[in-house]
């Protein structure tokens, strides 16, 4: 081989080598704003409802406070019927101690509420106060009872921890059915969002 074809063959790779590291812009899909809208407080939890397709079930907020009895803080009685989908989504308030939900059943069916939420604050400084709170999923069971409520959603608030001179929201991913989860433990109120079939 010649010194030219080497000089070639080198170039040839360096142009390749600078092709493979160069950085293109994409037109942004509805997924890039997810993180956006996440950090904003819009979450949305989408359920595949198709086997009950037409079934009548009765949406369930149920508002758990360390201490106390669990409540039901729906405070109307509402019907719906299950489509192919259903959506439970949460977005902010003009108020930090209140948080919107939503139930979405079809296109145009569904209807939204809102949570009053608890402050959190470190024991020894009790007068700075905030409002923080997270969502999980439930782990979801293969089959369903009819007039037993069936748990999708959980939000929750943070809690503080001392030993992390700070407020935690951090554990299980999704919440086990029976509230069993290690993460459960540890929050002082949160609510229930779910569905009973008819």
């Known amino acids: 081989m010649n010194k030219q074809t080497i000089i070639t063959i080198l170039l040839a790779i360096v142009a390749l080598a600078g092709q493979a590291q ?10 890039d704003y997810l993180p956006l809208l996440n950090a904003k407080g819009y979450m949305a939890y989408s359920f595949d409802t198709k086997k009950f397709k037409g079934a009548v079930v009765e949406p369930v907020v149920m508002e758990y406070l360390k ?26 308030s003009d108020s930090d101690s209140t948080a919107n939900y ?3 059943f079809s296109e145009n069916r569904g209807f939204g509420g809102q949570l009053n939420l608890k402050p959190i604050f470190a024991p020894e400084n009790p007068e700075d106060k905030w409002y923080m709170y997270e969502s999980r999923p439930f ?4 089959s369903f009872e009819k007039g037993t409520f069936i748990p999708l ?40 969002l779910g569905i009973k079939i008819k």
């Open 22 to 31: 160069e950085i293109k812009m994409n037109e942004p899909s509805f997924s």
């Open 102 to 104: 939503l139930f979405h």
């Open 153 to 192: 959603v959980l939000y929750g608030s943070y809690w503080y921890a001392p030993q992390a001179s700070g407020c935690r929201f951090c554990g299980d991913n999704e919440i086990k059915p029976d509230l069993s989860s290690d993460i459960v433990k540890s929050i002082p109120h949160f609510f229930v």
């Open 139 to 142: 782990e979801l069971t293969d």
């Open 67 to 92: 201490g106390e009895e669990p409540k039901n803080v729906l405070d109307f009685n509402i019907i719906m019927s299950l489509d192919r989908k259903l959506v439970i989504g949460f977005r902010p």
